[in-house]
Structure formats: structure tokens, C-alpha cells
């Protein structure tokens, strides 16, 4: 009966850490209502800062829309973006991308142009970051410097755990590897880990990596095709969007 009794008050008084990974584009953020109505480039800061990376190594001149971007990592869009004008996408190259992806700033604007906050982010993030015992961060496909900038920019970047921590794009080809990777970056005992995300790589990545997966059809995947996603018998809870704060910490069984 001590025994027991030792561990309900444990487990009940949160000395364990609970993880809480976020994907970034169509999860925490997306672009303001009329971008794509005049025809104007969603993420542009973003999408100029590879495209500017890729011409500085290669010399070849390649957007990023050229190639399937949704829900992969900077690294597997800049492989795409290199061998679509005849490249090799090997490790040096790929680093040197990154590299001056990393250095890169806009000329003009920030990098927060055309994005918002989607709906129910930012009370989300405020309720976890007064949770001592939860441990939130990134895992994107995002080179990290662009992550971290972008949310600042938007505002939100002060709610995430400090020092900030996550798996990045940048740094890995895959997004399994991005999430095992940030994974290891909290000390033990977790008592549960959890990853946000709008794509089915997401939802793959986290099953995965033995991640329990929430989805969102804030991007521009369905219920349906996120449940799908899963690699294991694990069915992730998919929401519509992260509005409702308090059936969101019930999932996390955080309330």
C-alpha cells in the first residue's frame, strides 16, 4: 500500500515530465486570410531564404515551388530543388545550403509577412507554459534559425520551453529523425511524449519514434488521411483546430 500510495502521489503531483512537440507551418501557424485570393507566395520569407541558399552554392536558380514542399524538411526540399537543375544533393552541399540559409535575412519586411497565428495557438501555449512539469518544443522541417524566428515574429516564440530545444530540418533528412533527435534533449523520467502536427508525415514520424500523435486539419489534410498516416495500431486524435484549450489538455490528460 506505501508503494502504491508513493506512486499515485507521483504521478498526480506531475513529478514526471510530460513532452510536447509542435510541427510549425499549418499547426501553429498559417497565411493571413487573402494571400492565396492575390496570388501572392505564402511563407515568403521563408521560400526566398532556400532559394537564395540554393543559388549561392549551385548557381542554378529554383523556387521552392518547383518541388513538393508539403510537410517535408528543408533538407529533403533543397535535395529536391538541387537535383531538379542537374545537381548532386550531397552532405557538403547540402551543409553549405544550410549555411547560408542560416545567415540570411530580408532585405525588406520580416519574417513574419503574410503569417498568422492559427485559431487557439496562443492560449494553448500559454496554459502549457505555466505547467512546470511540461517540457514544450519544436520538431519541424524548418532550419532552426528560421523556426525560432518565425514564431518570434508572430509572437509566440515566449511560451515555448527556454533554453529552447527540438528536432529541425535543417539538421536531419527525416522527420523521424527530428523528433527521436529532441526526444533525447529532456533528461528522464517522461512520463509521456506527445507531437503536434498538420501532415501525415507528422503522424507517421511521431508513431514512428513511439510519439503519441495529435493532428490538425488546419494545412490542407483531411481527418481521414491523417488517421491513416499512423504506422502502428495507435489511432492519433485529429482536431479540427486547437480552439477549444481545454478539450486539447484533456487529450494531453493534462486536465
Not at 503569417?115 to 505555466?130: R, Y
Not at 507528422?202 to 486539419?217: E, F, K, Q, R
Request: aromatic share 6%; glycine share 10%; proline share 4%.
Amino acid at each position: 500500500k506505501a508503494t502504491v500510495s508513493v506512486l499515485y502521489w507521483t504521478v498526480h503531483n506531475c513529478t514526471m515530465t510530460v513532452l510536447i512537440t509542435f510541427d510549425i507551418d499549418g499547426t501553429l501557424i498559417g497565411a493571413k486570410p487573402g494571400l492565396k485570393e492575390a496570388k501572392k507566395v505564402t511563407n515568403s520569407k521563408h521560400k526566398e531564404a532556400i532559394s537564395h541558399g540554393v543559388k549561392v552554392v549551385t548557381g542554378k536558380t529554383v523556387e521552392v515551388k518547383e518541388v513538393d514542399h508539403h510537410g517535408r524538411t528543408d533538407r529533403e526540399i533543397i535535395m529536391d530543388m538541387v537535383k531538379l537543375r542537374g545537381g548532386e544533393a550531397n552532405e557538403g552541399v547540402l551543409r553549405e545550403i544550410v549555411k547560408e540559409i542560416t545567415a540570411w535575412e530580408p532585405a525588406e519586411g520580416s519574417w513574419g509577412d503574410g503569417l498568422q497565428v492559427l485559431p487557439g495557438v496562443e492560449d494553448l501555449l500559454v496554459a502549457l507554459s505555466k505547467m512546470d512539469h511540461v517540457k514544450v518544443g519544436l520538431v519541424t522541417g524548418n532550419v532552426s534559425s528560421i523556426a525560432w524566428k518565425k514564431l518570434d515574429a508572430v509572437g509566440i516564440k515566449d511560451y515555448f520551453t527556454t533554453p529552447n530545444f527540438g528536432g529541425f530540418g535543417g539538421d536531419f533528412n527525416s522527420r523521424v529523425e527530428c523528433l527521436k533527435y529532441a526526444n533525447t534533449l529532456i533528461p528522464p523520467p517522461v512520463v509521456r511524449s506527445y507531437h503536434f502536427g498538420d501532415a501525415p508525415a507528422d503522424i507517421s514520424a511521431a508513431t514512428d519514434a513511439g510519439v503519441l500523435p495529435i493532428g490538425v486539419t488546419t494545412g490542407i489534410f483531411s481527418v481521414d488521411v491523417l488517421t491513416a498516416a499512423s504506422t502502428t495500431e495507435c489511432i492519433p486524435v485529429v482536431f479540427p483546430n486547437l480552439a477549444d484549450t481545454d478539450v486539447v489538455l484533456k487529450a494531453l490528460q493534462l486536465l
